[in-house]
């Protein structure tokens, strides 16, 4: 498996001090759609900034294609980014938007680009100012494109759009990445758009990372066992119990395990990928996420 | 990039090249008329230092008058003064603030191009255009005013900085001050006040610190009481020129008055004579007794383009040094 994404105890502190990232760990598979999910303030948006070097990391590493991200003009013309609300430039129309990306990307790819806008009905002199929400998005998505990254990152690209826009959104972003050999980050908090489009999951919450894998593995090593009233404590080592929920004589939990579950006394379900990520992003993290290092050994901030 | 930053800047350009044109026409339309106008005034004979010859105006008098008729000089000299501040506030102050507020800065910074070119690229156009019109608005200025200018005062504070090469050095600082200003608070509005705050403080802190040093001053000595009446030409080599002080010594080298030349009235105490109204044989007889004279602390007004030159270093380096600052921080510290 090549990396698009490396991270090494990433972590990342505000001015105001709170830490938005700490002691992140991961590695994003090239030629995969990862999904990036958490509540509001989770670090999404932290991670995907570091990611594209709009933001430096505290403490740890993170490089993308082997390399620092933002170091190099030819590193940066790898990388593309839909900034969360799509920015653009209010007073700079739709053809100056696509102007600005063919002069500013040596790998710029303009019968694309073009064809997009073209293909969205947007009207070429109309400034950015006056687009609706999803058509940003949109001229955010054909800029990130047509520059022809390796790694496409998008922050929360349908958050503010209406249902039709969103599956328009997603429906141009899968066909870009079926175009070309992509690999996709993508942050958002609805699961739903996660499920249908990711093949890889992080789950983030209050700046760490709770679980990352690919969806099919994820959702193969994870069972819910429901059965007599017990205590988690006694299982077989190889399970990690993520939740746990206990009735007077019953006890629910969803483990983590790569083994079958041979104890007849549990009655086994697969779990959904739905259930699976609110489990994660409910419970505290688990010894089995926690990242090896421990927390003070990266504490020490620039 | 450069197309980008062409697109961004090209309606503040417009606007500025626009004022430039019309204050241009002003200086051509006006400038012949007030040559020939001063020199029909009498006041090239006050220049050189004679008393005029038109009966009942004293040369201060034409002075005042001539400068009532052109308004212009104050104008333009104004406008000298504070462009430099408008363009560190108008173009300086919004350049990396005014992306992080629109959060435009997740665009441009995201496209193959560094952080560092980005901005020198952005730098070096908008401050092309701000060394520009700066410095063809001042030179039209020193050359429109220049006849007027033989009077002598440029070399003073009110009118040095509104002249010559300083004003585009200014301009230079002003901008990357705005720049680097903007980079720190990140907000528009704050940061183009703290500029124009910033840039003041800084014009005020070399005009009255940095300026008197940077050369030496000459010192000329003369009789108290004597000098005025019998030397008229070495009167206007003072008088013309940037006096920084004034110190009324006697024979034995103490200092009697120091913040200007000493008063009739004390020293007509010093000499035993009454005070209402010594005549001007007593003075002149008392100065001479008591060794009285002035020192006169003061750049001549024939050094005034080596004081413009080594003001606008001055400023040359500090705009080097924040320029650089701005280059590490928007690289280093944001984000």
């Known amino acids: ?37 958490g509540v509001n303030g989770a670090g999404k948006t932290t991670l995907l900034h570091l990611a594209v070097g709009l933001l430096r990391p505290t403490a740890g590493t993170i490089s993308v294609f082997g390399e620092p991200p933002a170091a190099r003009a030819t590193q940066l013309a790898r990388i593309g980014l839909v900034a ?22 040596p790998g710029w790819d303009h019968g694309t680009a073009a064809a997009r806008i073209d293909r969205l009905g947007l009207d070429a002199d109309q400034p950015a100012g006056r687009l609706s929400g999803g058509q940003r998005a949109q001229i955010a ?29 997603l429906q141009g972003l899968m066909e870009a990445v079926a175009a070309r050999k992509l690999t996709v980050v993508l942050s ?25 894998g690919d969806v099919e593995d994820l959702l193969a090593t994870h069972k819910v066992l429901c059965g007599p009233r017990r205590d988690p404590r006694r ?68 | 990039m450069t197309w980008l930053a062409w697109r961004q800047f090209r309606a503040r350009a417009a606007v500025a090249l626009v004022a430039l044109a019309v204050a241009l026409v002003l200086l051509a339309v006006t400038g012949p008329r007030l040559a020939h106008d001063f020199a029909a005034s009498g006041l090239p004979d006050c220049a050189a230092g004679r008393e005029t010859d038109t009966g009942s105006l004293t040369c201060g008098d034409l002075v005042g008058g001539f400068l009532d008729r052109y308004p212009l000089v104050r104008l333009l000299g104004t406008a000298l003064i504070v462009l430099p501040a408008m363009i560190g506030a108008f173009w300086g102050a919004p350049l990396v603030a005014g992306e992080l507020e629109a959060g435009t800065h997740q665009v441009a910074w995201v496209q193959s191009v560094t952080r ?8 070096s156009l908008v401050g092309a255009v701000a060394v520009a019109v700066t410095a063809i608005l001042s030179l039209a200025f020193t050359w429109w005013a220049s006849s007027s200018d033989r009077l002598g005062s440029r070399i003073s504070p009110a009118h040095f900085a509104q002249r010559g090469v300083t004003p585009v050095a200014y301009a230079a600082f002003a901008l990357v001050l705005g720049i680097a200003i903007g980079s720190v608070i990140r907000r528009t509005l704050p ?56 110190q009324t010594l006697d024979s034995a080298g103490q200092v009697l008055s120091s913040g200007g030349t000493i008063r009739d009235d004390a020293a007509a105490t010093l000499c035993g004579l009454p005070t209402a109204s010594p005549t001007k044989a007593q003075l002149d007889a008392c100065g001479e007794s008591l060794g009285l004279h002035d020192v006169v602390t003061m750049f001549p007004a024939d050094r005034f383009w080596t004081l413009q030159a080594a003001e606008a270093a001055i400023f040359v380096v500090l705009t080097a040094a924040v320029g650089a600052f701005c280059f590490w921080w928007v690289r280093q510290r944001i984000g």
């Open chain 1, 141 to 169: 998505l054909t800029l990130a494109v047509a520059k022809r990254p390796d790694v496409l990152v998008l922050d929360e690209p349908v958050a503010s759009l209406d249902p039709l826009a969103r599956r328009e959104f």
């Open chain 1, 1 to 37: 498996m090549t990396a698009a994404v490396k991270t090494h105890q990433l972590s990342k502190r505000y001015r105001r001090g709170r830490w938005a990232l700490l002691d992140c760990t991961l590695t994003l598979p090239a030629g995969k759609v990862v999904g990036l999910v």
């Open chain 1, 235 to 302: 299982l077989p080592a190889d399970q990690h119990v993520v939740q746990a929920s206990h009735t007077d004589r019953q006890t629910t939990l969803l483990v983590r395990t790569d083994r079958p579950i041979l104890d007849p006394a549990w009655t086994v379900t697969e779990i959904n990928l739905e259930d699976l990520v609110l489990a994660y992003m409910a419970a505290p993290s688990t010894p089995a996420e926690r990242p090896a290092v421990a927390r003070n050994g990266v504490q020490v901030g620039r």
């Open chain 2, 116 to 123: 560092t070119r980005w901005l020198a690229v952005k730098l």
């Open chain 1, 188 to 212: 958002s908090h609805l699961l739903s758009d996660i499920e249908r489009v990711c093949d890889h999951l992080v789950v983030l919450a209050d700046g760490r990372v709770r679980v990352a």
């Open chain 1, 84 to 105: 969360q609300d799509a920015p653009l430039y209010p007073t700079l129309t739709v053809a100056d938007h696509l102007r600005l990306g063919r002069s500013l990307n």
């Open chain 2, 191 to 246: 940061a183009m006040a703290t500029t124009l705050a910033v840039f003041f403080a800084v014009r005020q802190a070399v005009e009255s610190w940095g300026r008197p040093r940077i050369l030496d001053p000459v010192e000329i000595s003369h009789p108290t009481f004597t000098f005025y009446a019998d030397e008229p030409a070495g009167r206007v080599a003072a008088d013309s020129g940037w006096v920084l002080s004034t």
